[in-house]
T-cell receptor, first 109, second 112 residues
Framework: SQQGEEDPQALSIQEGENATMNCSYK?????LQWYRQNSGRGLVHLIL?????REKHSGRLRVTLDTSKKSSSLLITASRAADTASYFC?????????FGTGTRLKVLA | DVKVTQSSRYLVKRTGEKVFLECVQD?????MFWYRQDPGLGLRLIYF???????EKGDIPEGYSVSREKKERFSLILESASTNQTSMYLC???????????FGPGTRLLVL
């Protein structure tokens, strides 16, 4: 079954550094999405990349998608303390979406 | 902006109680979803609905039921709450074309 799995599970960086997190999945997808979750809150959509796209940008976010390797990466440039959160990828197949366990990012001021 | 609201942020119930979690979206989305989120397990799909009065089981439907009488409202029901249903419950919606999922703020349920 398809499954979004994020890597690493946890990441700690200094403010101003870049943060990269990866997502792998198992089967064909229609699109892949990245979400952010602050502690104890719901998920907030960050960016969606379709299966026929290879790269997408939104502000300080850059997402890549490699369908041949069934993987995606999320890059947050010039990180800020406010970026501290958990980040999830979600893959969309038929009706269902599959999410991984997330990457916990901590940005130290 | 799409808004998905959930009836409670925090809920404490006793074992055996019947529990209703309500979710309302204001964007006329066809698809609605209920997930539970537990540490180390990520989000797991309980049920989803792609139209009024339609429902489909997700990956962990046991112990739960759902109701979708109106397009904007999707209710999750715990018929007889158990301690292993203590969790964070997240509702989400998407348009028929799917794409982005819009999530509610979550309900943290504690079953004693």
């Amino acid at each position: 079954s398809q499954q979004g799995e994020e890597d690493p599970q946890a990441l700690s960086i200094q403010e101003g550094e870049n943060a990269t997190m990866n997502c792998s999945y198992k089967t064909s997808i229609n699109n892949l999405q990245w979400y952010r979750q602050n502690s104890g809150r719901g998920l907030v959509h960050l960016i969606l990349i379709r299966s026929n796209e290879r790269e997408k940008h939104s502000g300080r976010l850059r997402v890549t998608l490699d369908t041949s390797k069934k993987s995606s990466s999320l890059l947050i440039t010039a990180s800020r303390a406010a970026d501290t959160a958990s980040y999830f990828c979600g893959v969309s197949g038929t009706y269902k979406y599959i999410f991984g366990t997330g990457t916990r990012l901590k940005v130290l001021a | 902006d799409v808004k998905v609201t959930q009836s409670s942020r925090y809920l404490v119930k006793r074992t055996g109680e019947k529990v209703f979690l309500e979710c309302v979206q204001d964007m006329d989305h066809e698809n609605m979803f209920w997930y539970r989120q537990d540490p180390g397990l990520g989000l797991r799909l309980i049920y989803f609905s792609y139209d009024v009065k339609m429902k489909e089981k997700g990956d962990i439907p046991e112990g739960y039921s759902v109701s979708r009488e109106k397009k904007e409202r999707f209710s999750l029901i715990l018929e007889s709450a158990s301690t292993n249903q203590t969790s964070m419950y997240l509702c989400a919606s998407t348009p028929r074309s799917r794409g982005t999922q819009y999530f509610g703020p979550g309900t943290r349920l504690l079953v004693l």
